[in-house]
């Protein structure tokens, strides 16, 4: 639980960014952290957003002494992915699964030396498509789903499903997938509502 006084560290890719960084150091941006921090706000929890667009497991992890343990949270909440399988198919560098697990679970352990007290929530990466060929990306993107949802069993932490609530929105929604993500990845505002309506579904405020 999060109490008042509190300080969630929100990190990720362009999804957490959401056009952040242009706002300056304590900046929101327009998406689905903004809107957790929202919520936070009226339960006196402070939210800071680390996403950074572009960026994978290999970015965060190069990272993470400045943009999370150095900010001494209560709350860290990852999300990545979707960058680590989209450049397979936009510049042909790919992430292995395992690699991909092995950079998770360095960000975990490293937070568990680090940040002893933080409790940490995993975010897990989604799709929504919108282009015929990015139904050929679960093949490796939907492993990664998986790496992150049997870490988040192995360690104990809060899973903050994704991927199944964006594919059920399209389902009963009649409105198609650009309803829910622009391009098949980053949100439009009804996304990240939703985004943000699974966040605080999981993370306990009080």
Not at 98 to 114: C, I, P, S
Not at 119 to 133: G, K, Q, T
Request: net charge negative.
């Amino acid at each position: 639980m999060l109490a008042p006084g509190s300080r969630a560290v929100l990190i990720g890719d362009s999804i957490t960014d959401a056009g952040r960084l242009a706002e300056g150091e304590f900046g929101l941006g327009h998406g689905y952290a903004s809107r957790v921090a929202g919520v936070c706000g009226r339960h006196g929890v402070e939210v800071l957003n680390r996403g950074v667009s572009g960026h994978r497991v290999v970015d965060l992890r190069a990272r993470w002494d400045a943009d999370v343990l150095a900010l001494e949270p209560d709350l860290v909440s990852i999300k990545i992915g979707i960058n680590d399988t989209w450049r397979r198919y936009d510049a042909g560098d790919v992430t292995s699964a395992e690699a991909f697990e092995a950079g998770y679970r360095d960000l975990l352990d490293r937070t568990r030396v680090g940040a002893p007290r933080a409790s940490i929530v995993l975010v897990e990466p989604f799709l929504v498509p919108v282009r015929a060929e990015q139904w050929g990306w679960r093949e490796d993107l939907d492993p990664k789903i998986q790496v992150v949802r049997r870490l988040a069993g192995e360690y104990g932490l809060p899973l903050v499903a994704t991927d199944g609530p964006f594919a059920q929105a399209v389902a009963t929604s009649g409105l198609g997938p650009q309803a829910w993500a622009y391009d098949g990845v980053h949100p439009t505002p009804a996304g990240h509502d939703l985004l943000a309506e699974a966040w605080t579904g999981v993370v306990r405020l009080g």
